[in-house]
């Protein structure tokens, strides 16, 4: 290491950085953290590009590269309509009302997000350039990218973000489906700061702040602030975000076109617009795909796009994620008040077969937690939870419920049926008697005027919920397994979790959160409130045409730098 680099970062260290920052050198020095998860973390606490080189060239690393090589642009084709099939939705796009993912994937396209969470696990600077936490993690403070425009030619400011974030927050709807309950920032605590700074002051420490205004926060789209402060007309005002295509028609649920939005702070998009397309379920947009009438489908099941992967006309985009199928047991309602009993189920079932039969391999195990493996903060000690029929069987004996009979509520959605099939097979053969209800979307998520109280989701002894991918584990930890959780259908009430998850989000370390996963899968494996058998593999299909496409796991559909060979 050169004298130069030894000074710059002692001098960072004495005038610029704080207790977090120090920290997070002291990791990376003592070998704690490798490259990836020191980009990753050092992301999180909005520490620059120019000063992660820096603190790498003084490990030894190789400086941070950036962009991407000259004849990667050269390769660019402009021009073309990608034309993209999507489910249909039941829901609005207003964006305080965004909750499935046909609908998410359109107004994602259109609206923006503060910042943006990629498949690394990594936090990226989107509208905000860059954030810092005070030194116990209860406020964040944004800077905002100038000169962004939205599409009605007005530039983005810090009234327009404090806008966005006071509807979301505001609105009942949004917080039955809300990432950032009130329990963890209201309305009020959105401040204006200077014309492009805002801060977000939380009622509780939270270790990851960022992650939860990126795009997995999906109703936090930034919206120009008069039309913010009118809930309900953001779509009748075509939808006016800060993307890289702007709305040009819609039709809902039947077609919308976009079009290059040239104004856009990213540069020019190559494609010159999009067409999308919906469909009742992903099998007619497999056809229409095979037809040449698609370019590119939102999402498929991995037996869907199989056929796809042997035929040089495709391409399949896949991406490992966190997203995983909950399966919920109301520990208060029999047969499920005795842990045994839960115990019992878990191990009735042959995870790696599950992975194989239901998803083709596009999977990770799950064990039972919110903590999937490829998390920093799980703690890889933690063992694996395997089928064990015998010791089921004696769960059971000394449970003294040797044929417990439940039922399993889900709803008509990707591998959700199949899944309950499989449960509803393995359980018998230790002994479960188990009957399946399958619902539609609406009847599942549908509730009465106490939405939490009726609707069968939360509320059914047994039921199978998706849950789509973050870049942390805090959002399911905090919402379906804390007693106070908003998504918590399994009624799960441990006080020595709940201190031990509030532990977790006030620690900036790496070793501190891992010792708090650590205990608290331990508690979840001995209870298990929650049965989690896999994390899902996002996957789908579309022409070999179609180039520089990224799939992600909440089916957003990312094209501002896609284009057409």
Not at 139 to 167: C, E, I, P, Y
Not at 259 to 283: C, H, K, M, N
Not at 465 to 492: C, H, Q
């Amino acid at each position: 290491m050169d004298r130069s680099t030894r000074r710059q970062v002692d001098e960072y260290r004495r005038t610029e950085a704080g207790p977090i920052e120090n920290n997070l050198i002291d990791e990376l020095v003592a070998g704690e953290l490798d490259r990836q998860e020191f980009l990753r973390r050092a992301t999180v606490f909005g520490l620059g590009a120019g000063t992660i080189g820096l603190l790498l060239r003084y490990v030894g690393e190789a400086d941070v590269a950036y962009g991407a090589p000259a004849a990667s642009a050269q390769r660019v084709k402009r021009g073309g309509t990608l034309r993209v099939g999507l489910t249909t939705y039941s829901s609005s796009l207003e964006p305080y009302q965004l909750r499935e993912a046909g609908s998410l994937a359109l107004a994602g396209i259109p609206g923006e997000y503060l910042t943006f969470s990629n498949n690394a696990l990594q936090v990226k600077p989107w509208l905000a350039v860059s954030w810092r936490p005070n030194s116990d993690l209860t406020v964040w403070t944004f800077q905002l990218r100038r000169g962004v425009k939205f599409h009605n030619g007005k530039t983005m400011t810090a009234d327009d973000v404090v806008a966005s974030f006071r509807q979301y927050l505001s609105e009942r709807t949004s917080q039955i489906y809300s990432a950032i309950p009130t329990s963890l920032l209201g309305p009020e605590g959105v401040v204006k700061r200077g014309p492009y700074t805002v801060e977000f002051r939380l009622k509780q420490p939270n270790n990851a702040f960022p992650y939860l205004v990126s795009q997995t926060t999906y109703q936090a789209i930034i919206q120009p602030a008069a039309i913010a402060a009118r809930p309900g007309s953001w779509v009748a005002s075509k939808m006016i975000g800060t993307g890289a295509f702007r709305l040009k028609s819609l039709q809902p649920n039947r077609r919308a076109e976009l079009v290059r939005f040239p104004q856009y702070w990213g540069g020019s998009p190559p494609l010159d617009g999009a067409i999308l397309t919906f469909y009742e379920g992903t099998a007619p947009q497999v056809l229409a795909l095979r037809a040449g009438q698609l370019d590119l489908c939102m999402q498929l099941s991995p037996q869907e796009a199989a056929p796809f992967q042997r035929n040089s006309r495709y391409k399949i985009f896949s991406a490992p994620t966190s997203a995983h199928r909950m399966f919920g047991l109301r520990v208060d309602r029999d047969p499920f008040r005795d842990a045994r009993v839960r115990r019992a189920l878990a191990l009735a079932l042959n995870r790696p077969d599950l992975i194989q039969r239901l998803l083709l391999g596009f999977g990770t195990l799950g064990n039972d937690s919110p903590f999937w493996s490829r998390f920093p903060s799980t703690d890889p000690s933690i063992g694996q939870r395997k089928q064990n029929l015998e010791l089921a069987r004696a769960l059971l004996r000394a449970a003294g419920q040797e044929n417990p009979k439940f039922t399993i509520t889900t709803w008509r959605f990707a591998d959700l049926p199949d899944y309950a099939a499989a449960i509803q097979a393995a359980g018998r053969q230790v002994g479960f008697d188990i009957d399946l209800e399958v619902m539609t979307a609406d009847d599942y998520y549908g509730g009465g005027a106490d939405y939490y109280a009726t609707t069968p989701w939360l509320n059914r002894t047994a039921t199978i919920t998706e849950y789509g991918a973050r870049g942390v584990p805090n959002l399911f930890m905090t919402a379906a397994y804390m007693s106070d959780g908003i998504w918590n259908a399994s009624k799960y009430a441990n006080p020595a979790f709940d201190a031990e998850a509030r532990r977790y989000l006030a620690s900036a370390d790496i070793a501190s959160q891992r010792a708090a996963t650590k205990r608290m899968a331990g508690m979840l494996l001995r209870d298990t409130p929650v049965i989690t058998a896999y994390f899902i593999t996002y996957v789908t299909a579309g022409s070999a045409r179609v180039m520089n496409y990224q799939a992600e796991g909440l089916s957003h559909i990312r094209i501002a730098k896609t284009w057409l060979a």
